[in-house]
T-cell receptor
Framework: GAGVSQSPRYKVTKRGQDVALRCDPISGHVSLYWYRQALGQGPEFLTYFNYEAQQDKSGLPNDRFSAERPEGSISTLTIQRTEQRDSAMYRC????????????????FGPGTRLTVL | AQSVTQLGSHVSVSEGALVLLRCNYSSSVPPYLFWYVQYPNQGLQLLLKYTSAATLVKGINDFEAEFKKSETSFHLTKPSAHMSDAAEYFCAVSDPDTGGFKTIFGAGTRLFVKA
């Protein structure tokens, strides 16, 4: 079946603009995760959802960052008033996780959105 | 707080040689541990995971890793490198006591395979 998809794959924006990054998880996957990956670094946890509920947003750097998953499927990560330091690869992952399952469920990653803020 | 340290940002081996990628973790509780591989322009793919069962974990493509609590290590090995193994490898840890959803990744090790 189809994997996790993200759009756009590349986004170039000017400082101060808002951007919305989209993640389409694998069909039926309950849990969805957002990560940010700077060049030469590993992914950094931002937030995650079970169904439409945002369970943990402790990794969001500041209040310019927000995420939603209103219908428990597609998710949007929004960055307001972008700054140059926001430039990075933003990765989304999903897993099957159900209420009875454990956190060891495999996370399937999308190809990422490369954000460049000029 | 949990953390992961990957020793060596770059590792180079000859085709057919042993692959050893090192990972040490810090955790106050028995963690879950993972190795992921990332090929260019692709998402991360899980190679293997340790979840408190057998300490020697076998993954895809003949990779394996051994959880050593006394050394707080989870090194990744493969007996014989193949050219197709050239990629970036990430070690990761999560804490079962807090739900395990928050996965902490190391900085990654890029593996080069020489013909």
């Amino acid at each position: 079946g189809a994997g996790v998809s993200q759009s756009p794959r590349y986004k170039v924006t000017k400082r101060g603009q808002d951007v919305a990054l989209r993640c389409d998880p694998i069909s039926g996957h309950v849990s969805l995760y957002w990560y940010r990956q700077a060049l030469g670094q590993g992914p950094e946890f931002l937030t995650y959802f079970n169904y439409e509920a945002q369970q943990d947003k402790s990794g969001l750097p500041n209040d310019r960052f927000s995420a939603e998953r209103p219908e428990g499927s597609i998710s949007t990560l929004t960055i307001q008033r972008t700054e140059q330091r926001d430039s990075a690869m933003y990765r989304c992952a999903s897993s099957r996780k159900n209420l009875a399952g454990g956190p060891t469920d495999t996370q399937y990653f999308g190809p990422g959105t490369r954000l460049t803020v000029l | 707080a949990q953390s992961v340290t990957q020793l060596g940002s770059h590792v180079s081996v000859s085709e057919g040689a042993l692959v050893l990628l090192r990972c040490n973790y810090s955790s106050s509780v028995p963690p879950y541990l993972f190795w992921y591989v990332q090929y260019p322009n692709q998402g991360l793919q899980l190679l293997l995971k340790y979840t408190s069962a057998a300490t020697l974990v076998k993954g895809i493509n003949d990779f394996e890793a051994e959880f050593k609590k006394s050394e707080t290590s989870f090194h990744l090995t493969k007996p014989s490198a193949h050219m197709s193994d050239a990629a970036e490898y990430f070690c990761a840890v999560s804490d079962p006591d807090t739900g395990g959803f928050k996965t902490i990744f190391g900085a990654g090790t890029r593996l080069f395979v020489k013909a």
